[in-house]
């Protein structure tokens, strides 16, 4: 089976490029599955080609050659552009791409199948929350949610509206448990520390799991910390809060400055405990700077650049903040269970599907309740260690790799043998 998915920007490192490339990776490792994507643009200013990585079974093309013109336009060139940009992408997609049986939609309001080439089907994935729906969804045969208030929202504007979640490519805890048990057991001489840490582990995983086991899960916790080098945060007794996500002027969708502004309120209770902003800059990053300035919160609050090694982001900190004003199924919410860290966003409820007895939601834009909540986690270990715990169940429950992959697989053979 041929699968093409859409993007507008594969250079971008946003959430929706990250969905497609983990599922375009995993589905080309399936036998008689062949897998493209087509970037709508070109990024010359991006230092990689792509944001993440990129399976090479994975074929890659641009539909354009150049960055998106398109996107700086105003006036009169706006509005043409407006109205015919779905009709000429559709053509020119119909002239390049004609031999696939799926196609897979992922940009918000680029491509709308009106004409369509014959026996290819078109899936369109809804990143966002969406206010309205479209007319022109109906060109699509089959809409795709990703979290349970949408699908609700919307399942009875179309024949075929679905909810597929996003998934983790792999369970990062127990493969980087993994790695780090090999590294260990491969040094020549270990250390008392060590060696008590591995035999004390192992002895308690005879009869149980780090997904059933508290005790387990508190053991294999201290060896991931071990194994990234966390010691000079230990003897410090220092704690770190982090929130991922793009510092975006315009939209501010991710509502850093709202959680600047709660956690001013409670960070001098606290003073061994760090608040960091993790995300790359678009725009937002001096108006943040100049807010924590403001507050006077430079030694609470710091905020940092988009990294790749995000494992160790993860392992270091305690607890995972979202302040999000609107959101759809955020990845890092569910790679933040995945590394056993409790959560606490303000309640938007399309993120609810991410929370089972594995963080905290308050209502939204609550700033008091908000402070009352995270100020209870971070005086109370053994909730964050629970929560963390019930995270990782919950991860592997609901977004593991093969229980998606397995709704992928089924819609795609339902649609190609429908008539």
Same mark, same amino acid.
């Given at each position: 089976?041929?699968?093409?998915?859409?993007?507008?920007?594969?250079?971008?490192?946003?959430?929706?490029?990250?969905?497609?490339?983990?599922?375009?990776?995993?589905?080309?490792?399936?036998?008689?599955?062949?897998?493209?994507?087509?970037?709508?643009?070109?990024?010359?200013?991006?230092?990689?080609?792509?944001?993440?990585?990129?399976?090479?079974?994975?074929?890659?093309?641009?539909?354009?050659?150049?960055?998106?013109?398109?996107?700086?336009?105003?006036?009169?060139?706006?509005?043409?552009?407006?109205?015919?940009?779905?009709?000429?992408?559709?053509?020119?997609?119909?002239?390049?791409?004609?031999?696939?049986?799926?196609?897979?939609?992922?940009?918000?309001?680029?491509?709308?199948?009106?004409?369509?080439?014959?026996?290819?089907?078109?899936?369109?994935?809804?990143?966002?929350?969406?206010?309205?729906?479209?007319?022109?969804?109906?060109?699509?045969?089959?809409?795709?949610?990703?979290?349970?208030?949408?699908?609700?929202?919307?399942?009875?504007?179309?024949?075929?509206?679905?909810?597929?979640?996003?998934?983790?490519?792999?369970?990062?805890?127990?493969?980087?448990?993994?790695?780090?048990?090999?590294?260990?057991?491969?040094?020549?001489?270990?250390?008392?520390?060590?060696?008590?840490?591995?035999?004390?582990?192992?002895?308690?995983?005879?009869?149980?799991?780090?997904?059933?086991?508290?005790?387990?899960?508190?053991?294999?916790?201290?060896?991931?910390?071990?194994?990234?080098?966390?010691?000079?945060?230990?003897?410090?007794?220092?704690?770190?809060?982090?929130?991922?996500?793009?510092?975006?002027?315009?939209?501010?969708?991710?509502?850093?400055?709202?959680?600047?502004?709660?956690?001013?309120?409670?960070?001098?209770?606290?003073?061994?405990?760090?608040?960091?902003?993790?995300?790359?800059?678009?725009?937002?990053?001096?108006?943040?700077?100049?807010?924590?300035?403001?507050?006077?919160?430079?030694?609470?609050?710091?905020?940092?650049?988009?990294?790749?090694?995000?494992? !160790?982001?993860?392992?270091?900190?305690?607890?995972?903040?979202?302040?999000?004003?609107?959101? !759809?199924?955020?990845?890092?919410?569910?790679?933040?269970?995945?590394?056993?860290?409790?959560?606490?966003?303000?309640?938007?409820?399309?993120?609810?599907?991410?929370?089972?007895?594995?963080?905290?939601?308050?209502?939204?834009?609550?700033?008091?309740?908000?402070?009352?909540?995270?100020?209870?986690?971070?005086?109370?270990?053994?909730?964050?260690? !629970?929560?963390?715990?019930?995270?990782?169940?919950?991860?592997?429950?609901?977004?593991?790799?093969?229980?998606?992959?397995?709704?992928?697989?089924?819609?795609?053979?339902?649609?190609?043998?429908?008539?």
């Amino acid at each position: 089976m041929r699968i093409l998915f859409t993007l507008h920007n594969i250079a971008c490192k946003g959430g929706s490029e990250r969905v497609v490339i983990n599922l375009a990776n995993a589905l080309s490792q399936i036998p008689n599955y062949e897998i493209g994507i087509v970037s709508y643009y070109t990024d010359t200013k991006a230092k990689n080609a792509c944001a993440y990585w990129l399976h090479s079974d994975v074929q890659l093309s641009y539909l354009h050659t150049f960055d998106d013109v398109h996107a700086n336009e105003r006036g009169l060139l706006r509005i043409l552009w407006r109205w015919t940009k779905t009709l000429i992408i559709n053509l020119r997609m119909n002239k390049a791409y004609q031999d696939y049986d799926v196609i897979i939609e992922s940009d918000f309001a680029f491509f709308y199948p009106r004409f369509k080439v014959k026996n290819t089907k078109y899936i369109k994935i809804m990143h966002s929350v969406i206010n309205k729906w479209k007319a022109k969804n109906r060109f699509f045969d089959c809409i795709v949610f990703l979290n349970q208030k949408e699908f609700l929202r919307w399942q009875s504007h179309s024949k075929h509206v679905v909810k597929i979640p996003n998934f983790i490519p792999i369970l990062p805890f127990e493969d980087l448990l993994d790695r780090a048990l090999c590294y260990f057991d491969s040094m020549p001489h270990k250390d008392e520390h060590i060696q008590t840490m591995l035999q004390t582990y192992r002895k308690l995983c005879v009869n149980a799991s780090v997904y059933t086991d508290m005790e387990v899960f508190m053991h294999a916790r201290t060896i991931l910390k071990t194994f990234i080098g966390d010691s000079a945060q230990s003897n410090k007794k220092m704690h770190t809060l982090i929130a991922v996500g793009r510092m975006d002027a315009i939209n501010n969708h991710k509502g850093f400055p709202r959680l600047i502004q709660a956690y001013s309120k409670i960070a001098h209770i606290f003073p061994n405990w760090r608040l960091e902003i993790i995300g790359e800059d678009q725009g937002q990053k001096q108006i943040l700077e100049s807010q924590i300035i403001a507050l006077g919160m430079q030694d609470f609050i710091v905020l940092k650049s988009f990294t790749t090694n995000m494992e !160790s982001i993860y392992l270091q900190a305690d607890i995972f903040v979202m302040s999000s004003h609107t959101e !759809s199924l955020p990845m890092v919410l569910i790679e933040a269970s995945s590394f056993g860290l409790p959560l606490i966003a303000y309640d938007i409820e399309t993120i609810r599907d991410c929370f089972l007895d594995n963080g905290i939601l308050v209502k939204d834009n609550d700033e008091q309740a908000f402070c009352a909540e995270l100020s209870m986690l971070m005086d109370n270990e053994e909730k964050r260690l !629970s929560m963390g715990h019930n995270g990782i169940k919950l991860v592997k429950e609901r977004f593991s790799k093969e229980y998606i992959l397995q709704q992928w697989l089924e819609l795609f053979h339902t649609l190609v043998n429908t008539k």
